[in-house]
């Protein structure tokens, strides 16, 4: 069946679709990962916040407790701990009415800053508004006490329990938001291999088969002659070089065919060039059915074929040639309303076992067909006269 010619346009395209999916893929990817990435840090930064929140907490009140002990050079640390405290309680209260997260998580938030029996946001607006009381006062104020006791139980209980809840919260708003990314990662890795599997099955497998297809093409029409089926005469001489170098290696005899048909001008001048094409593909058909798949043979040119039979010694090469002088007299070639007849002369000649001893064989093989059409053609004539 001949091969089609490929497209360099469709050729191009199918490359291009092939990289453009798997370029979309990567970058699907590394936008997913990217946005996993920044989702994570905002939730990072936020459990680093409400961290220091609890830290703040419990520095309010120790400064608290010193500036009670009569360190006034505290006070300023204080207030400026206090106010860095709503800061970043008013940016966090901020980021939870504003909520990005799953709605299970943001509801979980709201409710622990703004809803229940004791908010969040409340105890940190007791808490500041205590703890500014105590800045405002002197250390050895009659209220100082219970404020400050009162101060101190929030700072230890539930302030700083809250402000864990929200942690906690955040904590494994991360995890859920990694394991999604880590899911999706793997779906988009799965994607990308199966895609990658498609092209290989639908697109890259038959257009390497048909590469290599075209390729086998390739070599065998510069292999072959394409009317009859024959080696040509590069391939066969390079063939056959190969064969006498085995066969020195191993001290087999080899012997080598000259034949051509008779009279093939009067064919090709009788019934045209066509009717002789018909005749040489006659003569590959019965050489193909004739000769070992061992042995080699080919077109020289024009009506000129010869054949090398491998582990042959002459003898027996002059027997195949007659035969082979037989055959072709039987055969009938029809061309349009005509039958044509042929015959063929053979000269046989031995390779010797030495270095170019192909050629000179050959030329051997082809001055004894001459030999054999000056004898009257239809015959063969073996080297050294003797006939087959």
């Known amino acids: 069946m001949p091969l089609k010619p490929i497209s360099p346009r469709l050729l191009t395209a199918t490359y291009i679709v092939a990289l ?10 590394h936008i997913v990962l990217d946005y996993g990435l920044k989702s994570d840090e905002g939730s990072a930064a936020i459990i680093n916040q409400t961290g220091r929140q609890r830290m703040l907490s419990q ?29 970043s309680h008013d940016s966090l209260a901020l980021a939870v009415r504003a909520s990005t997260f799953g709605e299970n998580t943001s509801s979980r938030l709201k409710a622990l800053y703004f809803d229940g029996p004791d908010p969040l946001d409340g105890q940190i607006e007791t808490f500041v508004a205590e703890a500014r009381a105590v800045a405002d006062l002197p250390p050895d104020d009659p209220a100082m006490p219970d404020l400050l006791a009162h101060l101190f139980a929030q700072a230890r209980s539930p302030l700083l329990n809250t402000l864990n809840d929200v942690v906690t919260v955040h904590q494994r ?12 990662q793997w779906a988009i890795l799965g994607t990308i291999l199966a895609a990658l599997a498609l092209e290989a099955i639908m697109i890259f497998r038959p257009m390497i088969h048909r590469v290599v297809a075209y390729t086998s093409e390739l070599f065998r029409l510069a292999n072959i002659d394409s009317l009859t089926g024959a080696a040509n005469r590069r391939s066969f001489m390079e063939r056959c070089e190969r064969e006498a170098v085995r066969a020195r290696r191993y001290d087999r005899p080899v012997s080598i065919l000259m034949l051509d048909v008779d009279k093939f001008k009067l064919i090709n001048d009788g019934y045209g060039h066509a009717a002789g094409d018909e005749v040489l593909k006659a003569v590959g058909k019965i050489l193909r059915e004739t000769v070992r798949d061992s042995d080699i043979w080919g077109r020289l040119g024009g009506e000129e074929f010869a054949v090398l039979l491998v582990e042959t010694p002459l003898s027996a090469a002059g027997n195949l040639a007659e035969r082979m002088r037989e055959r072709f007299g039987r055969e009938v070639v029809r061309f349009q309303n005509e039958t044509i007849q042929f015959t063929v002369s053979i000269g046989v000649a031995s390779v010797p076992p030495k270095e170019g001893a192909v050629e000179a064989a050959l030329r051997v093989a082809d001055h004894l067909m001459y030999q054999a059409k000056a004898a009257g053609r239809n015959r063969v004539v073996v080297d050294a006269a003797q006939p087959a």
Do not use: K, M, P
Not at 20 to 29: D, E, K, N, P, R
Not at 61 to 77: E, W
């Open 173 to 184: 708003e991360s995890e859920r938001r990694v394991d999604r990314l880590e899911s999706l």
């Open 59 to 87: 520095r309010i009140a120790s400064l608290a407790a010193q500036y009670r002990l009569g360190d006034a050079s505290v006070l300023d640390d204080l207030r400026s701990t206090i106010a860095a405290f709503q800061n």
């Open 20 to 29: 453009l999916l798997i370029a979309g893929l990567s970058i699907a990817s």
